[in-house]
């Protein structure tokens, strides 16, 4: 608080305080004849009292508002504030004070009911989609064993419903993944055979040829949240792979002290102008819009799960030619682990 400010806020008092003073000066004089020495020293008196008196004012209040201004400034949870004040001992302070503390109290408390109907709402979600899964695995194992019903378009639709459902859940895990991935050494080469196999059969219809090359490493990594990015990515070149001809490379290789895991395939590729955007959220592009498969979230989530998880992802595409997906994964990353 500056003290121009503070004098400005206070003029009416000043310039009332200053005509209290010529009022009582011109009094002594009219009624009493005092000498002049006697009114210069009772003008000096009332000028200190009201100076001392005013200065003090203004050290205790500006104390409190500089330390609530740098304070406010410092914290990242503002509505923490009142938890690192202390009470101001002037009236005006005190009521600031109390005032923030109770809209401060509200508010936490508006907050906790809403993060415990939001934790119920994922706490549902969470189960209403195991339950959907028991049924879905009931009609893919149904499929399997009846041959009239084995057509690649049912397949498809399955296979997509699944990978939906993925999404959902792992979106809602999303927020506080951190609770729930232990960091260890995986095999990379375990990981993409896991996901190769839950994609068998789209791939087996589709006629999509799978080639791995030189995967031999282990990386640092959460194995359940890694698999999930790999069937995302395979996915999405599944839904975007050429009716002839698909095929998609998946290799490993050395820079410096990274791995890359590079999934590349010879699908119709990204436009130009959606390549900067694929990784935001509920982006769909040109692709997504021509064939009303896509919902935006694939990408995002796999972006803050390796962000997570401390690892890079980078993709590049030629429209109708190619789309290839980087993951580059540091050697020896424990403390690159975002906590």
């Given at each position: 608080?500056?003290?121009?400010?503070?004098?400005?806020?206070?003029?009416?008092?000043?310039?009332?305080?200053?005509?209290l003073t010529?009022?009582?000066?011109?009094?002594?004089?009219?009624?009493?004849?005092?000498?002049?020495a006697?009114?210069?020293?009772?003008?000096?008196?009332?000028?200190?009292?009201?100076?001392?008196f005013?200065?003090?004012d203004?050290?205790?209040?500006?104390?409190?508002?500089?330390?609530?201004?740098?304070?406010?400034?410092?914290?990242?949870?503002?509505?923490?504030?009142?938890?690192?004040?202390?009470s101001?001992?002037?009236l005006?302070?005190?009521?600031?004070?109390?005032?923030?503390?109770?809209?401060?109290k509200?508010?936490?408390?508006?907050?906790?009911?809403?993060?415990?109907?939001?934790?119920?709402?994922?706490?549902?979600?969470?189960?209403?989609?195991?339950?959907?899964?028991?049924?879905?695995?009931?009609?893919?194992?149904?499929?399997?064993?009846?041959?009239?019903?084995?057509?690649?378009k049912?397949?498809?639709?399955?296979?997509?419903l699944?990978?939906?459902?993925?999404?959902?859940?792992?979106?809602?895990?999303s927020?506080?993944?951190?609770?729930?991935?232990?960091i260890?050494?995986?095999?990379?080469?375990?990981?993409?055979?896991?996901?190769?196999?839950?994609n068998?059969?789209?791939?087996?219809?589709?006629?999509?040829?799978?080639?791995?090359?030189?995967?031999e490493?282990?990386?640092?990594?959460?194995?359940?949240?890694?698999?999930?990015?790999?069937?995302?990515?395979?996915?999405?070149?599944?839904?975007?792979?050429?009716?002839?001809?698909?095929?998609?490379?998946?290799?490993?290789?050395?820079?410096?002290?990274?791995?890359?895991?590079?999934?590349?395939d010879?699908?119709?590729g990204?436009?130009?102008?959606?390549?900067?955007?694929?990784?935001?959220?509920?982006?769909?592009?040109?692709?997504?819009?021509?064939?009303?498969v896509?919902?935006?979230?694939?990408l995002?989530?796999c972006?803050n799960?390796?962000?997570?998880?401390?690892?890079k992802?980078?993709?590049?595409?030629?429209?109708?030619?190619?789309?290839?997906v980087?993951i580059?994964?540091?050697?020896?990353?424990?403390?690159?682990?975002?906590?």
């Amino acid at each position: 608080m500056k003290l121009k400010n503070y004098l400005k806020d206070n003029l009416f008092f000043v310039v009332g305080y200053a005509l209290l003073t010529l009022c009582i000066i011109l009094f002594l004089n009219a009624f009493y004849h005092a000498n002049r020495a006697f009114l210069f020293m009772i003008l000096i008196l009332l000028i200190l009292f009201f100076l001392f008196f005013f200065f003090f004012d203004y050290i205790r209040k500006n104390k409190f508002y500089h330390d609530l201004t740098t304070k406010l400034e410092e914290l990242d949870q503002k509505y923490f504030i009142t938890e690192v004040l202390t009470s101001p001992s002037f009236l005006e302070g005190k009521i600031t004070y109390e005032a923030l503390y109770e809209a401060n109290k509200s508010m936490i408390e508006n907050m906790n009911q809403v993060k415990g109907s939001m934790k119920d709402f994922k706490d549902y979600l969470e189960l209403w989609i195991h339950e959907v899964k028991i049924p879905l695995s009931s009609l893919v194992l149904t499929i399997h064993n009846n041959q009239a019903l084995q057509q690649p378009k049912i397949m498809e639709q399955i296979k997509r419903l699944e990978n939906d459902l993925d999404q959902i859940l792992y979106y809602v895990r999303s927020e506080n993944s951190e609770k729930d991935y232990l960091i260890k050494e995986t095999s990379l080469k375990k990981v993409i055979n896991q996901v190769i196999l839950k994609n068998k059969d789209i791939l087996l219809y589709k006629k999509i040829s799978i080639e791995r090359k030189n995967i031999e490493s282990n990386v640092l990594t959460d194995s359940k949240w890694l698999e999930f990015i790999l069937n995302q990515i395979i996915n999405n070149s599944i839904k975007y792979a050429k009716e002839e001809n698909a095929k998609i490379t998946i290799t490993e290789s050395h820079q410096d002290n990274k791995i890359l895991l590079k999934i590349k395939d010879n699908g119709i590729g990204i436009k130009a102008s959606d390549l900067s955007r694929v990784f935001d959220k509920s982006f769909t592009g040109y692709n997504g819009r021509n064939s009303s498969v896509s919902t935006g979230m694939g990408l995002y989530i796999c972006q803050n799960l390796c962000k997570k998880l401390g690892h890079k992802i980078s993709i590049t595409s030629r429209q109708n030619e190619f789309t290839e997906v980087v993951i580059t994964f540091t050697k020896n990353n424990f403390y690159d682990v975002v906590k």
